[in-house]
């Protein structure tokens, strides 16, 4: 098969074609915010050009496309979603005002010391635009007042006429007996038909009226805007003559098809980033290191996540800009840190600093050519001489760079160009340092027992800089760095996933309702996925299913979600196949031990503390098949050329090596850059690289 991933960034779109012979071809194009799918097709076309074919061809040869994309989570930053109106039960219209300890989560540092400073999250909707419905349904799922119809079609007619693009449902107790948010989507229905209504029940059946009504109204406020975008996408695609199936990351892991992406946007919000981690596990997998530390460098921000025994960490209180969400995401850390940051002097501090403000695609770091005269990352890069270009097409305008960082950072400091661009690339790198400290070292993790690997359009650049006493065990650049979000996109399996939250209780005695709620979900998430594959892949018999298979690659998985009692924080493991039995629970109680001292350190579980269930989930998953490269050959490579660059103060002669011309094995000493046509690593002196089996860059200890 042909498999496409695409990944469109802040700053960057990036593709990656994975061919039938196990070739990889890669695209790079600027963003385009104002029509997203214009910097995709940009990015298409370059990776057909490097295959020596056309748009169209590359589309009708292609059996599955993986989009990661920022649609949805830059239209919640910016506040540019549908104006959603929000109907829950009549006396809890003020649920999102108070809101819970949100006034600090998320703060910046210097907000927090500053009590008078604290402030809730922003609201999502008008307050006018809030309705009580009544009605009332108690925790056992007993409807304690019926639902008055007449009121709710009246409560929706108002927000309809107050101009609402969409609406969010969140009735009390609806996870345990959603009849009457389910009648509400239809009185809705019949109002105003094609409406976009979300019910908190279907899309986050979790216990937690705050948590499901935050997640239901983030999903109503950027439905529109993705489900636009996506079904643009599809149709263009399928007009270039693309034949497969369509499918989009998920901020929890794995790819989904897009018709239900576009009934669940939400999932979408954080699916570049993850499909980056996934990778980043692939990687650590086929290399033998199952804990790895995933940096991902792009244009506009620095994110950090873990995998741990070759397992990808979850968020246990998942929030996008502070606001909790009661999905499954995958726990990654950011920081406005990216190649795109401005460079700025903090006038009370009189002290350089480096973003959280972007140039993004649009007009871009100086360099760029753009109409861009802030000084950021990326031109600090260009002065010091450690990258020239950007893609195949972006070539770098150093002049340009000089003179931004001169005039709004030397000139200011007292200081000459070459200093400036110095402290700029250290400070940036100290923040991705701190970073990845507090991502580790402050969750009780060791770095020494970790392999950072370093993606994102700028990682190479800078890895070797801020992973400088960190105390891992190596860092490892992919040669596909720039695009290894697509990658990631395109290598995940196909996942559709229900979950259900349950009042507490020790594993023990819940075995009965596990099972029953279990035997409730699974056809669900069967009949979702079924067909969904390239070719209706995952259609088949159920000769397979005590193996937790069914047909052509089809894999069932069951976790529980367990915590220790009174805990907030839950793991989820998986339930074996098979009746659920005492003996079952007994496992998941010594798993669950094993599990909770690996994550959060050793000697922390209580033997003695009884072990709750508190949730329950199945997941239908079918892989991808990825055709294997060729393993790399040949014989070591010179430089491809010499030019001068700035370490330390000191101007060098350094080597340029061509990444695709190295031979495995061959080691490489700093200073030295290895370019590819998307992205240059950077070796600082006194580091030494050696070349993998599959083309990528490993530094160790000692190297």
């Not at 496409?4 to 071809?25: H, M, N, S």
């Not at 509400?184 to 094609?194: F, K, N, S, T």
């Not at 981690?277 to 997998?285: C, D, E, H, P, V």
């Not at 402050?442 to 690997?453: M, Y």
């Amino acid at each position: 098969m042909r498999l496409i991933g695409v990944d469109t960034g802040g700053t960057f779109t990036d593709v990656v074609v994975a061919e039938p012979d196990g070739r990889l071809a890669v695209g790079k194009a600027l963003s385009t915010p104002e029509r997203v799918e214009d910097g995709v097709f940009a990015a298409l076309e370059e990776a057909a050009g490097g295959l020596g074919q056309n748009l169209a061809e590359l589309l009708a040869g292609t059996d599955v496309l993986a989009h990661g994309t920022t649609v949805g989570l830059n239209a919640l930053l910016t506040g540019t979603g549908a104006r959603v109106g929000l109907l829950t039960t009549r006396g809890f219209e003020s649920t999102l005002a108070i809101a819970k300890s949100n006034k600090i989560h998320g703060l910046p540092g210097e907000d927090l010391r500053a009590p008078v400073r604290w402030a809730k999250p922003d609201l999502l909707v008008r307050p006018g635009d809030v309705a009580g419905i009544a009605e009332r349904i108690d925790a056992s799922g007993a409807v304690v007042e019926p639902l008055d119809e007449q009121q709710a079609r009246e409560a929706i007619a108002a927000l309809l006429g107050r101009g609402v693009q969409s609406l969010a449902v969140c009735l009390l107790w609806s996870p345990v007996n959603p009849v009457h948010e389910r009648r509400v989507r239809e009185l809705a229905a019949e109002l105003a038909p094609g409406l976009r209504v979300t019910a908190s029940s279907e899309l986050a059946s979790r216990i937690g009226e705050y948590e499901r009504m935050t997640t239901a109204v983030i999903d109503s406020c950027v439905a529109p805007l993705v489900s636009s975008y996506l079904e643009r996408l599809e149709d263009a695609l399928r007009a270039l003559g693309f034949r497969g199936a369509f499918l989009v990351m998920r901020m929890g892991g794995g790819v989904q098809p897009a018709a239900l992406a576009r009934r669940q946007p939400i999932q979408t919000l954080r699916s570049g980033p993850a499909g980056g981690i996934s990778a980043a596990q692939r990687l650590g997998a086929r290399d033998g290191f199952p804990n790895v530390i995933a940096t991902d460098v792009g244009g506009t921000s620095f994110d950090v996540g873990l995998v741990i025994a070759g397992e990808p960490q979850y968020a246990r209180r998942p929030t996008i800009n502070r606001l909790p969400v009661a999905t499954m995401a995958v726990d990654i850390e950011s920081i406005g840190t990216g190649g795109g940051s401005i460079a700025w002097i903090d006038e009370t501090l009189g002290s350089l600093r480096v973003g959280p403000q972007t140039a993004a695609a649009r007009p871009g770091p100086a360099c760029y050519g753009r109409g861009g005269t802030r000084p950021t990352l990326t031109d600090a890069a260009v002065v010091l001489g450690h990258v020239t270009r950007l893609g195949g097409a972006l070539r770098l305008d150093r002049a340009a760079a000089r003179a931004a960082i001169a005039s709004e950072i030397a000139g200011p400091l007292g200081i000459d160009v070459v200093a400036a661009a110095e402290g700029i690339v250290a400070v940036a790198c100290a923040q991705m340092r701190d970073l990845v400290r507090r991502s580790t070292i402050q969750r009780g993790h060791d770095p020494s027992e970790f392999v950072l690997v370093a993606y994102g359009g700028a990682g190479p650049q800078y890895a070797l800089r801020f992973a400088r006493d960190l105390g891992v065990q190596g860092v490892l650049i992919p040669q596909l760095a720039a695009g290894l979000s697509a990658f990631g996109a395109l290598a995940s399996q196909l996942r559709v996933r229900a979950d259900r939250d349950l009042r507490p209780v020790p594993v023990e005695q819940a075995v009965a309702s596990l099972g029953r709620i279990l035997a409730e979900l699974e056809p669900g998430v069967r009949d979702q996925l079924r067909g969904a594959g390239p070719g209706g892949a995952s259609q088949g018999g159920a000769g397979q299913e005590e193996a937790g298979q069914e047909g052509a690659g089809l894999e069932i998985r069951r976790t529980a979600g367990l915590r220790f009692y009174r805990q907030i924080h839950r793991l989820d493991l998986e339930i074996p196949g098979g009746p659920l039995t005492a003996a079952v629970a007994e496992d998941l109680v010594r798993r669950f031990h094993a599990r909770y001292e690996l994550v959060v350190g050793a000697g922390t579980a209580p033997a003695g503390t009884p072990v709750e269930a508190v949730g329950v989930a199945v997941e239908a998953m079918l892989a991808t098949a990825i055709p294997a490269a060729p393993p790399r050959g040949g014989t070591p490579a010179g430089p491809a050329g010499y030019s001068r660059a700035f370490f330390d103060g000191a101007e060098r002669e350094c080597p340029r090596y061509a990444w695709a011309a190295l031979a495995a094995g061959q080691r490489i000493d700093g200073p030295a850059f290895v370019e590819s046509p998307t992205t240059t690593a950077v070796l600082p002196p006194g580091q030494q690289a050696e070349v993998t089996a599959a083309g990528d860059l490993l530094v160790t200890k000692g190297n």
